[in-house]
């Protein structure tokens, strides 16, 4: 497991915490830690002058992208289940609470910054549970934003069965391989509640444009799906680009 920081979370006015999917395992984490990098430093760029940081929060086991009939593998991808969401949420919500009291601790006059919490595919499924695992609305996710990165399913039919305010709630989508995980996730899996999930516009999310190309594509350097989500980190609402 790995949690990894880029800037200073404890003073940045700007945090984002990116939550990787399917397959993830410590031994090639190095694409999740890059995505963590990218996406500090594209938030920098609109952060007009004020201060950014970036983490990558792995610290949970996510299911692994096994073929069927394989040996370790089962009929069904792992990714399919909601079981490694559902045990590793209330860890998410734990640190989510840590890192807040951590902030409040050094700040000193109560400003706790701004926080973004990204996921990518099943670690929206991840975000989700975290959520559900909570008492709300005294207890929602210490978040300001949350952006639905490639998501099967959150867990819940609206945004606002998370406790996620209206204007708050962001998704992407992508071509490629990509509509398979949303298609399946929505169908097969049922990783959203009633069949819904952040990308289907009674969810709730405001949909921002993408060019990625596929499943993996939305932190690629220059790109609209790469820029719209450091907006989202920076505070600028008004200069993300919508569907």
Request: a negative charge.
């Given at each position: ?8 979370p404890?003073?940045a006015?700007h945090t ?7 397959g ?6 190095g ?17 007009q002058?004020q201060?950014v940081?970036?983490?990558t ?20 991808p ?7 969401a ?7 919500s734990?640190?989510l ?10 700040s ?23 959520a559900k695992s909570r008492?709300?609305?005294e ?21 606002a069965?998370?406790?996620i ?22 169908y ?14 009674e969810?709730?999310a ?24 450091a ?7 008004d200069k993300?680009?919508?569907?």
């Open positions: 497991k790995v949690i990894l920081a880029n800037g200073n404890d003073t006015d984002g915490i990116y939550v990787p999917g399917t993830t395992l410590l031994k090639d984490i694409g999740d830690l890059g995505r963590g990098e990218t996406l500090w430093h594209e938030s920098d760029r609109y952060a002058g201060k940081a970036t983490i929060w792995f610290d949970y086991d996510a299911p692994l992208q096994a073929k069927p009939f394989e040996k370790g593998g089962g009929l069904f792992e990714a399919m289940f909601d079981r490694y559902e045990k590793g949420g209330p860890g998410l734990h640190y609470d840590g890192n807040l009291e951590a902030r409040r601790s050094v000193g006059n109560g400003d706790l910054g701004h926080i973004t919490l990204t996921g990518h595919s099943y670690g929206t499924t991840l975000i989700g549970d975290a008492i709300w609305p207890g929602a996710l210490p978040v300001d934003d949350v952006i639905a990165v490639g998501s099967p399913g959150m867990q819940a039919k609206h945004a069965d998370l406790g305010p209206q204007g708050h709630m962001w998704a992407e989508k992508g071509g490629g391989n990509d509509a398979g995980v949303r298609i399946g996730g929505k097969l899996a049922g990783l959203g509640d009633d069949w819904t999930i952040p990308t289907d516009p969810f709730g405001s949909i921002m444009e993408s060019d990625a190309e596929d499943h993996g594509a939305f932190w690629d350097e220059g790109s609209t799906s790469l820029r719209n989500q907006l989202v980190i920076a505070g600028q609402y993300v680009t919508l569907e």
